[in-house]
């Protein structure tokens, strides 16, 4: 069991804008920034966000981070079927002192 | 552009040692810091450690005592080291490199399939 949660599972139609959700507790999201990934079966994750709501170049501004208390999420605008993947999210636990993941939501493309 | 290459035996048995190799290019080693995440087969990433450019390393708790993760300045490589491996251990291992000041894991290598059994 993941120390983040999120929903296994999440799905939309092109040009749609979906949101995957990310909870967590005080040790971890509610101090601490999230990240969050975007893995295509067979190949590595590709960072999305980092530190809340910062898109690294090459992102592109159809996806966005944010944070509330001990959740965040990401939501994807104008879906398109490339965005078909596996998204986690990821943040510094000061109790495990270590870095934890979400379990990871399947996102489909209706 | 920061190109990050790995490899390994992929292939132990129970109670050997599991090492890898990630050697980056086109970037400094200075600043960053360079890391290792595992994914078992059909699951969710797993965060196992990290080192920066001052050889200061970071474990997650629950590998702590059988991880090693050491750097090359030299070589502009860095290395993973787990012992005692069992079949929980099988899993892709990826290694990626850290952005600073709380940053996230931005250029990853392309993952090793690492396999345990006798």
């Known amino acids: 069991q993941s120390v983040l949660t999120q929903p296994p599972s999440a799905s939309g139609t092109p040009g749609q804008r979906v949101t995957i959700s990310c909870s967590g507790s005080s040790s971890n999201i509610g101090s601490n920034y999230v990240s969050w990934y975007q893995q295509v079966p067979g190949t590595a994750p590709k960072l999305l966000i980092q530190r809340n709501n910062e898109r690294p170049s090459g992102v592109p501004d159809r996806f966005s981070g944010s944070k509330s208390g001990t959740s965040a999420s990401l939501a994807i605008s104008g879906l398109r079927s490339v965005d078909e993947a596996d998204y986690y999210c990821a943040s510094w636990d000061d109790s495990l002192s270590c870095k934890v993941f979400g379990g990871g939501t399947k996102l489909t493309v209706l | 552009q920061v190109h990050l290459q790995q490899w390994g035996a992929g292939l132990l048995k129970p109670s050997g040692t599991l090492s890898l190799t990630c050697a980056v290019s086109g970037g400094s080693f200075s600043t960053y810091y360079w890391t290792w995440i595992r994914q078992p087969p059909g699951k969710g990433l797993e965060w196992i450690g990290e080192i920066d450019d001052r050889d200061t390393t970071h474990y997650n708790p629950s590998l702590k005592s059988r991880v090693t993760i050491s750097l090359d300045t030299s070589k502009s490589q860095f290395s993973l080291n787990l012992g005692s491996v069992t079949a929980a251990d099988t899993a892709v291992y990826y290694c990626?490199?850290?952005?600073?000041?709380?940053?996230?894991?931005?250029?990853w290598g392309q993952g090793t399939l690492v396999t345990v059994s006798s």
């Open positions: 990626a490199r850290r952005q600073p000041n709380w940053g996230a894991e931005d250029y």
